[in-house]
Nanobody
């Protein structure tokens, strides 16, 4: 069964950091682009970051550039999202997704995880 599982979410004070993980089971991530998206209550799911199959290409939403870093470890079949300088507006459920090519369009991704909650609040 093809599955993506996110972990690493939690409650952090504004200015703090978290690292999210996206682990795959049932298939290898080597040839997939991986994207991170987020959805806050009452809002649409929005693009955060994506990384190409070999980790060379990355893409970020303007709102997270310079604060978030996406990376992958194909040997561990896992993709990471390092989030620094978190702001209250980063609060959302974060999802990872696998697709054939790097894209900010959520419709380009075929497999999705269940999400992990990130809350930046004092």
């Amino acid at each position: 069964q093809l599955q993506l599982v996110e972990s690493g979410g939690g409650l952090v004070q504004p200015g703090g950091s978290l690292r999210l993980s996206c682990a795959a089971s049932g298939f290898t991530l080597d040839y997939y682009a991986i994207g991170w998206f987020r959805q806050a209550p009452g809002k649409e799911r929005e693009f955060v970051a994506s990384v190409g199959p070999f980790g060379v290409s990355t893409r970020y939403a303007d709102s997270v550039k310079g604060r978030f870093t996406i990376s992958r470890d194909n040997a561990k079949n896992t993709v990471y999202l390092q989030m620094n300088s978190l702001k209250p507006e980063d609060t959302a459920v974060y999802y990872c997704a696998a697709g054939r090519r790097i894209s900010a369009d959520r419709n380009r991704y075929d497999y999705w995880g269940q999400g992990t909650q990130v809350t930046a609040s004092s």
